[in-house]
């Protein structure tokens, strides 16, 4: 707002992306019992480090009442495979209401295509495109997935709904976190940090997600407007 001289991501205004489909997105009835949360971290060798750990326990902090009153659970998935994540949501005996991503991405002009990055059995690189991860997290009752990876918000110049946070809204999961382009890792963490907080505290996604954005901006000083990274998809 030139006016204000202020951004309205910042403000009273939440963006919400969505996407063209023919697919209505979940309608996930009320349920009795403890919120879950599955953390899936991938790590391939090779690949930069992650800050897996501190992100862990920023989830856990962020739900730390809820936990100690025994209303949210938190699991763990290290070294996730596609096969791993698969079998993990398949068997699961209550359906997960969040996926936690941490990990690497990316978004290909050439293929036009978004890809998370998993391990293979041996611990290295194994690509996952949009559309099988598509298939493997769809369906399963979850409420929202969050993807701490680089460009999981990004699509296609001719065709949006190509990148990986546009797969899994196309295929029925409700809301999506992403983000558009590379991200810091400390900027990630000081927007999970938040985001989750107030999730807790029980904003909506929207809402939780600009107070996380006006963190960002705070924690990380510089002209670089990081908090614009993540983005909503529902």
Not at 111 to 131: A, I, K, R, W
Not at 162 to 172: E, I, M, P, Y
């Amino acid at each position: 707002d030139p006016d204000r001289r202020t951004f309205l991501a910042l403000e009273e205004v939440n963006f919400t992306r969505n996407v063209l489909t023919a697919i209505p997105a979940d309608r996930i009835p009320a349920r009795a019992g403890a919120l879950r949360i599955l953390v899936v971290v991938a790590q391939p060798l090779g690949l930069a480090a992650l800050s897996v750990g501190g992100e862990a326990d920023v989830i856990r902090s962020g739900f730390r009442r809820l936990l100690d009153a025994n209303l949210a659970e938190v699991e763990l998935l290290l070294d996730a495979t596609p096969e791993l994540l698969h079998r993990t949501l398949e068997a699961a005996t209550a359906p997960f209401d969040i996926l936690h991503f941490i990990g690497h991405g990316e978004y290909r002009s050439d293929t036009d295509c978004g890809y998370l990055v998993f391990e293979n059995p041996e611990g290295g690189v194994q690509e996952l495109d949009s559309s099988t991860l598509r298939q493997i997290v769809c369906r399963r009752g979850i409420r929202l997935v969050c993807l701490n990876a680089c460009e999981t918000g990004r699509g296609g110049r001719e065709d949006f709904s190509r990148g990986v946070a546009q797969a899994l809204v196309a295929g029925g999961v409700p809301a999506v976190v992403a983000n558009q382009y590379p991200v810091l890792d400390v900027s990630a963490t000081s927007f999970s940090r938040h985001f989750y907080w107030a999730l807790a505290m029980g904003q909506s996604i929207g809402d939780a997600a600009r107070e996380a954005r006006v963190s960002v901006s705070y924690s990380i000083s510089g002209e670089a407007i990081y908090w614009a990274v993540p983005v909503v998809f529902a």
